[in-house]
C-alpha cells in the first residue's frame, strides 16, 4: 500500500477510536457518578482523557516508528507499524477507559499532558536551529574533505569550472578553485552601499519622526515606512534590474564613466531602501527611550533643540543605534533576490562598485539550481557558503542583542 | 577675552540656523523614503498596468476540415503573423470538442502575438514596416483592439508570452499557505502559550526565548539549505512540492506568529487570569477558555502578517526548485507548483520584451494582495482591539 493510503487508515481507525473513548469513557463516567459516588473530576473531563490516552501513545509510536524506519532503512514493514501502533492505541482506550474512577484526578492528567504537549511544541524551535546547523554542518564538511579549509577561506579564484566532471567520473577536478574571497568581497561591497544609503535616512527619519513630528505625521508616517519593509524581495530585485541599473549606468555614462548594467551600485542602493524601516523604526524606540529628563537638563543650560539632539539625545541612543545598524547589517548580508536578479553571476575581486560582481547568496542560488549531481563539489560549496553566512549573521545578531540590552540596563527602560 | 553682545547674538543666530538646519535634514530624509515609495509604485503602475490589457484581432475563423489538423488553416494567409502561435493547437482542440463546427465559419476575436501587443502599446518590437501599416489600417477600422487579458489571469506559465498567464502561481501560493498556515499556526500559538502562561523562569525557557530570536534574524536563504537537506534529501518530500515549500517557509512564519502571539497574551491582564483562578480554574482552562480568546485577535494580526510575509518569500522557495517551469494548475499537494514570487522571478528572467510587462503585471498582483492582507490585519486589530 501507499504511504498516504496508509496515512489515511491509520488517521480514520484512529479517529473512530477517540470518538469511542470519548463515548465510553463519558458514559461510564456519568454511571459511576449517577451511583452516587463523589467524583474528582467532571465527566467531560474523563471522556478527554480517555481519548488522550488512546491517541497519544498510538501517535507517538507511529511517529518514532516511521523516523527509525527512515533512519535505519526499510527493515520493519510498515504495516506492521500501523498494526503495532493501532494495538497501542487500543491498549490506551483499554487504560482511558479502566481510569474513569471516582478518586482519579483526571482534571490534573490532562493538564499534565498538555503541558507535555506545549513544551514538545516549544522544542521545535530548537529542532529548527539545530536543523538548520546540523543540515549546513553536515554538508559544507563533506564539501572542506574535497577541498581545503584554509583555501576556502584565503583563495581569490572562485572557479567550480571542471568540478562538475570530477562527480560524473569523467576529469579529476583538479582545475576547480573555490576560494570565497572575491565573494565575500561582492557581498561586503553591496552591503556597505546599502547601510550608505540606509543608516543615514533611516536614522533622520528617526530622529525627525521622535523629536519633531507632529503626532499626525509620526501615524503616517511609522505605517508608510513599514510598507518598504513588507515588499516582496524579488519585487525589489525586478525594480533594481530594470529602472535602477539602466539610471547608474546613464549617470556614470554622463561623467565618462563605464559602468555594467550589473554594477553592486544598484542593488546596494535598492538593498538600502529596504532596510531602512528596520533601521528608523528600532532608532525611534531607542530616541524615544532616552529619559526626557536628559533632554530637559540641556535645554536648561542654553543649547539649542538641534544641539541637544546632537550632543546629547544621539550619544545617549547610540549603542541603539548601532544595534539597529548591526540589524540592518545582517539583513543585507543574508539577501538573496535583489542580488540574484540585479548583480552579476562573475566572481570578481574589485574596488570598483560600477563594475559587475557576485554575492555569496548569488552563489548558493546559482550553484543549487543548476542540474549538477547533489554529490558535486560545487553543490557541497553552497552549503560552506551557508555556513559562514550563518556565522556571521549569528553574530551580528548577538553583537546587536548584546548592545540593546546595554542600554536597556543603562537607562531602565523596559519596552525595548 | 571676553565678546561684545553683538558677537554673542551673532554666535546665537548661528547656533539656531544650525538647529533648523538639522530640523530639515530630518524631515527631507523622510520625506526621500517617503518619494522613494511613490516613484516605486509610480514605476511598478506604469509598466505592470499595460499587462492587464492584450491585443485581439477580429477575424474569420473558417473552421475547415484542414483547421482540424493545423489551427493556422483557419486563418487568412496575410494574418499568419499577426496571429498568436497557439491557435495552432486550440483551433483542433476546439474542433475536436466540438465536432459539429467543422464547415462553419465565424467572427471572432482572437489572439495577436506578443509583437502586436507591444506594437500597440508603443513598446520595442520586432514587426517588419509592412506589418506596422498593416496593423495601423486594422486599428483604424477597429478589427485589432487592445481588450482585457483574460489569458494572464485564466491560464498557467508558458513561453509564448501572449499566453502566459499567472492563475498556476495563484493555485501554487494558495497551496503552499494552506501548508504554511496548517504547520506553523497550531506550532506557534503552542509554543507562545507554554512560553507565556506555563513555562517556569529557568535556563531552559530562557535557551528557547533566544533561540527563536536568532531564528527571527536568520537569513532567509538559509531555510532554503535547511529545507533542501532534510526535508527533500532526508524525509524524501517530492522536490519543488507544495508540501516541501510550505514546510520551509512555515519554519520561517514560527518565529514571527510565536513572537506576536505572546505580545497578545502579554497585553491580557493579569486580573482575569487571577478571576479565573480564583473560581478554580485550572491553568489549562485559565488559557483556553479565558486568555486565548481574549488575545485571539492580536494572534489573528500577528499571524496574517506572517504569512503575508511568508507570500512574498522567493530564495528559499527556490532552494527547494519551486522554480519550475508549471503551465498547468496542480492539484496535488506532493506535485510540483510554483508560486506567484517564484513566477515572477522566472519571468523575469525571459528575454522577450513582453515578459517585462508580464513581470511587472505579476508583481501587481502580488503587492495588491499583500497590501489587502496587511490592510485586512489592521482593520481586524482595529476594530477588536481592547485597551485595558
Redesign the interface.
Known amino acids: 500500500m501507499q504511504t498516504n493510503q496508509l496515512l489515511l487508515l491509520f488517521c480514520t481507525v484512529l479517529l473512530l477510536l477517540g470518538l469511542v473513548a470519548f463515548f465510553v469513557g463519558r458514559a461510564k463516567a456519568a454511571r459511576v457518578r449517577a451511583s452516587g459516588a463523589a467524583m474528582y473530576a467532571q465527566p467531560d473531563q474523563y471522556a478527554w482523557f480517555a481519548v488522550l490516552s488512546t491517541a497519544g501513545p498510538a501517535v507517538l509510536v507511529g511517529a518514532l516508528g516511521s523516523l527509525l524506519l527512515?533512519l535505519l532503512g526499510a527493515d520493519i514493514p510498515p504495516m506492521y507499524l500501523l498494526a503495532a501502533s493501532l494495538v497501542v492505541a487500543a491498549a490506551g482506550l483499554a487504560v482511558g477507559v479502566a481510569q474513569v474512577k471516582p478518586h482519579f484526578h483526571a482534571?490534573?492528567a490532562?493538564?499534565r499532558v498538555?503541558?507535555w504537549?506545549?513544551?514538545g511544541?516549544?522544542?521545535?524551535?530548537?529542532f529548527?536551529?539545530f536543523?538548520?546547523l546540523?543540515?549546513?554542518i553536515?554538508?559544507a564538511l563533506r564539501f572542506f574533505q574535497m577541498h581545503s579549509f584554509w583555501e576556502f577561506i584565503t583563495g581569490t579564484t572562485w572557479n567550480p569550472g571542471a568540478s562538475f566532471l570530477a562527480a560524473a567520473g569523467r576529469g579529476d577536478g583538479s582545475g576547480a578553485q573555490f576560494g570565497s574571497v572575491p565573494l565575500f568581497a561582492g557581498t561586503f561591497m553591496i552591503t556597505a552601499i546599502a547601510l550608505l544609503v540606509a543608516v543615514?535616512?533611516?536614522?533622520?527619519?528617526a530622529?525627525?519622526?521622535s523629536?519633531?513630528?507632529p503626532q499626525r505625521v509620526r501615524t503616517i508616517?511609522k505605517?508608510?515606512?513599514e510598507?518598504?519593509a513588507?515588499?516582496?524581495?524579488?519585487?525589489y530585485?525586478?525594480?533594481a534590474?530594470?529602472?535602477v541599473a539602466p539610471i547608474i549606468v546613464n549617470i556614470a555614462g554622463f561623467f565618462g564613466l563605464d559602468a555594467s548594467y550589473n554594477n553592486a551600485v544598484a542593488p546596494g542602493i535598492v538593498m538600502g531602501?529596504m532596510i531602512?524601516p528596520f533601521i528608523?523604526s528600532l532608532s525611534d524606540d531607542v530616541i524615544n527611550s532616552v529619559p526626557d529628563s536628559m533632554r530637559q537638563g540641556s535645554l536648561a543650560l542654553g543649547m539649542?533643540?538641534?544641539?541637544t539632539?546632537?550632543d546629547v539625545v544621539i550619544p545617549a541612543a547610540l549603542p541603539g543605534i548601532i544595534s539597529a545598524a548591526l540589524?540592518g547589517m545582517?539583513?543585507a548580508?543574508?539577501?538573496?533576490?535583489i542580488v540574484?536578479?540585479a548583480a552579476g553571476m562573475r566572481p570578481n575581486l574589485t574596488a570598483n562598485p560600477l563594475e559587475d560582481m557576485t554575492t555569496v547568496?548569488v552563489r548558493?542560488?546559482a550553484s543549487?539550481?543548476g542540474d549538477q549531481e547533489?554529490e558535486s563539489a560545487e553543490t557541497l560549496s553552497?552549503?560552506a557558503l551557508?555556513l559562514v553566512?550563518?556565522v556571521v549573521?549569528?553574530t551580528l545578531?548577538?553583537v546587536s542583542?548584546l548592545m540593546i540590552r546595554r542600554f536597556r540596563e543603562k537607562y531602565r527602560v523596559n519596552n525595548l | 577675552m571676553s565678546h561684545s553682545f553683538d558677537e554673542i547674538s551673532q554666535q546665537l543666530k548661528r547656533r539656531h540656523r544650525k538647529s533648523a538646519r538639522l530640523k530639515w535634514i530630518s524631515m527631507g530624509a523622510l520625506g526621500l523614503a517617503g518619494l522613494f515609495l511613490v516613484l516605486f509604485f509610480a514605476d511598478m503602475l506604469s509598466k505592470g498596468l499595460p499587462a492587464f490589457q492584450q491585443a485581439y484581432i477580429n477575424t474569420e475563423v473558417r473552421y475547415t476540415e484542414e483547421a482540424s489538423r493545423d489551427g493556422r488553416l483557419a486563418f487568412e494567409e496575410e494574418l499568419l503573423p499577426l496571429i498568436s502561435r497557439t491557435v495552432v493547437r486550440v483551433i483542433p482542440l476546439q474542433l475536436r470538442n466540438n465536432p459539429e463546427m467543422i464547415g462553419t465559419s465565424e467572427q471572432r476575436w482572437m489572439l495577436a502575438t506578443s509583437e502586436v501587443d507591444q506594437y500597440l502599446k508603443g513598446h520595442r518590437n520586432r514587426l517588419s514596416d509592412e506589418e506596422k501599416a498593416e496593423i495601423d489600417e486594422r486599428v483604424a477600422t477597429g478589427q485589432v483592439d487592445l481588450r482585457f487579458n483574460k489569458t494572464f489571469f485564466g491560464s498557467g506559465d508558458s513561453k509564448i508570452a501572449e499566453n502566459a498567464g499567472i492563475l498556476s502561481a495563484v493555485v501554487g501560493t494558495i497551496m503552499t499557505m494552506i501548508v504554511t498556515l496548517l504547520i506553523s499556526f497550531p506550532i506557534g500559538v503552542m509554543t507562545a502559550i507554554y512560553l507565556e502562561e506555563f513555562a517556569p523562569d529557568n535556563r531552559f525557557t530562557q535557551l528557547i526565548e533566544i533561540n527563536i530570536n536568532n531564528l527571527a534574524a536568520i537569513p532567509s536563504i538559509l531555510f532554503g539549505l535547511l529545507g533542501l537537506a532534510i526535508f527533500i534529501n532526508f524525509f524524501g518530500v517530492p522536490r519543488s512540492s507544495p508540501l516541501a515549500g510550505g514546510m520551509t517557509l512555515a519554519l520561517m512564519t514560527l518565529p514571527v506568529i510565536i513572537i506576536a502571539t505572546r505580545t497578545a497574551l502579554r497585553s491580557v491582564p493579569d486580573s482575569i487570569r487571577h478571576a479565573a483562578f480564583g473560581v478554580g480554574c485550572s491553568r489549562w482552562q485559565v488559557v483556553r477558555d479565558h486568555v486565548l480568546p481574549l488575545a485571539m485577535p492580536g494572534i489573528m494580526t500577528g499571524s496574517i502578517i506572517g504569512l503575508a510575509q511568508a507570500m512574498g518569500e522567493t530564495a528559499p522557495l527556490i532552494i527547494v526548485g519551486m522554480v519550475a517551469f508549471i503551465p498547468d494548475v496542480s492539484a496535488s499537494f506532493t506535485q510540483a507548483a510554483t508560486v506567484m514570487p517564484a513566477q515572477i522571478f522566472t519571468w523575469s528572467g525571459e528575454p522577450e520584451q513582453a515578459f517585462v510587462e508580464k513581470t511587472a503585471g505579476g508583481i501587481l498582483v502580488l503587492l495588491s494582495v499583500l497590501i489587502s492582507l496587511n490592510a485586512f490585519a489592521v482593520v481586524l486589530r482595529k476594530k477588536f482591539e481592547r485597551r485595558w
Open positions: 527512515l482534571r490534573q490532562i493538564e498538555i503541558r504537549v506545549l513544551t511544541a516549544a522544542m521545535i524551535s530548537i529548527t536551529t536543523g538548520i546540523f543540515s549546513i553536515s554538508e543615514p535616512i533611516g536614522l533622520l527619519s530622529i525627525y519622526m523629536e519633531y513630528a508616517a505605517p508608510v515606512l510598507v518598504l513588507g515588499i516582496p524581495t524579488v519585487v530585485g525586478f525594480f534590474a530594470i529602472t531602501i531602512i528608523s539649542t533643540k538641534g544641539e539632539i546632537r540589524l545582517s539583513r548580508l543574508g539577501e538573496t533576490m540574484v536578479m547568496t548558493i542560488v543549487l539550481t547533489f553552497a552549503f551557508g553566512l550563518f549573521t549569528l545578531n548577538l542583542v
